[in-house]
C-alpha cells in the first residue's frame, strides 16, 4: 500500500505575485466611468428615456394645435398652474404637455419643435434596440445644416 503524505508540506511554493504599479485616483475613475457608460442597462433605460421623451413631446405638440387657446392663458404662469388642482389642462399631456408645448411652440422654435421629435426618436430605438433605422449623426447634421439642391 502507497502510504499518504501530507499534501500541504510537499506542495511547492508559489512565487509571491509581483506588485502592480500603482494606478493613479484619474485611471481608476477613468475605468469606473467607462464601465458604467458601456453597461448595457444603462443603455437601455436611457434609449427607453429618450423614445418616451420623443412621443409625449410629438402628443403634447399635436395636442398644441387643438387646445392651445384654451391652455394659453392658464400656463402664463406655470407655477401656479402646476400647483392648482382646480385648473385643469386639455393637452393631451396634461398639464406637462401644455407648459412644454407652450415654451417650444410660442417661445422658442414655433412649428420648428416638431424637428426636436426625430432625432431623440432616433437616438432612442438605437440606444433600447441596438437598431439603426437612419444614420444619427447624418440625420442631425442634415437638420442643422440642410444640404444645397443641386441643379442639373
Do not use: C
Request: net charge positive; aromatic share 16%.
Amino acid at each position: 500500500m502507497a502510504v499518504k503524505e501530507n499534501q500541504f508540506k510537499n506542495k511547492p511554493k508559489q512565487e509571491k505575485p509581483t506588485p502592480r504599479a500603482k494606478t493613479n485616483v484619474f485611471s481608476r475613475s477613468y475605468h469606473a466611468i467607462k464601465d458604467f457608460l458601456s453597461d448595457r442597462r444603462l443603455h437601455s433605460i436611457s434609449g427607453l428615456f429618450f423614445l418616451l421623451l420623443s412621443v409625449s413631446l410629438l402628443l403634447a405638440f399635436i395636442s398644441y394645435f387643438f387646445y392651445w387657446t384654451i391652455d394659453s392663458d392658464k400656463v402664463s404662469e406655470p407655477l401656479n398652474f402646476v400647483r392648482d388642482n382646480q385648473i385643469r389642462a386639455h393637452n393631451w399631456m396634461g398639464k406637462f404637455g401644455a407648459i412644454v408645448a407652450e415654451q417650444f411652440m410660442r417661445n422658442w422654435f414655433g412649428i420648428g419643435s416638431f424637428v426636436i421629435v426625430i432625432p431623440l426618436f432616433v437616438l432612442g430605438v438605437r440606444l433600447m434596440f441596438k437598431a439603426a433605422i437612419l444614420p444619427f449623426f447624418k440625420t442631425v447634421s442634415r437638420q442643422i445644416h440642410p444640404q444645397k439642391q443641386k441643379k442639373y
